[in-house]
C-alpha cells in the first residue's frame, strides 16, 4: 500500500529553477534514507541526491551547488530543489524512499517518474 507520488516536473528554460516533491503515503512505521535518481534517454539510471531522516546529505558532482534535497519528516515528503537548470539535466526524475512498513518489513519504494526538460 506504500505509494510515492511526484509532482513538480516540467519544461523550463535553460538556467531556470523547478521544484520537485515526491510525498510517500501508507501505513508507515519509519522512512529512512531518501533520495532523487534520473535517467536521460539512451543513459543509465543515475543517483543525483540522498537525504537521511536526520538531515545528510549527498550529492552527485554534477549538481553540486544547484540542486538541493530536503525532507519534510511530518508530511512524508522530499524535495529536490532545482537552479540554474542546464540543458544536460533533462531526464525523467524518480523518487526513492527506505520504508519500513509494519507487517511488510523495509525495502526500497519508487515512485513513477516525472519529466524535465530543461531547453531554450
Known amino acids: 500500500q506504500v505509494q510515492l507520488v511526484e509532482s513538480g516536473g516540467g519544461l523550463v528554460q535553460p538556467g531556470g529553477s523547478l521544484r520537485l516533491s515526491c510525498a510517500v503515503s501508507?501505513?508507515?512505521?519509519?522512512?529512512?534514507?531518501m533520495g532523487w535518481y534520473r535517467q536521460a534517454p539512451g543513459k543509465v539510471r543515475e543517483l543525483v541526491a540522498t537525504i537521511t531522516s536526520r538531515g545528510s546529505k549527498n550529492y552527485e558532482d554534477s549538481v553540486k551547488g544547484r540542486f538541493t534535497i530536503s525532507r519534510d519528516n511530518a508530511k512524508n515528503t522530499v524535495y529536490l530543489q532545482m537552479n540554474s537548470l542546464k540543458p544536460e539535466d533533462t531526464a525523467v526524475y524518480y523518487c526513492n524512499a527506505d520504508v519500513l512498513t509494519i507487517g511488510t518489513g523495509e525495502r526500497d519504494y519508487w515512485g513513477q517518474g516525472t519529466q524535465v526538460t530543461v531547453s531554450s
Open positions: 501508507g501505513v508507515i512505521f519509519r522512512i529512512n534514507a
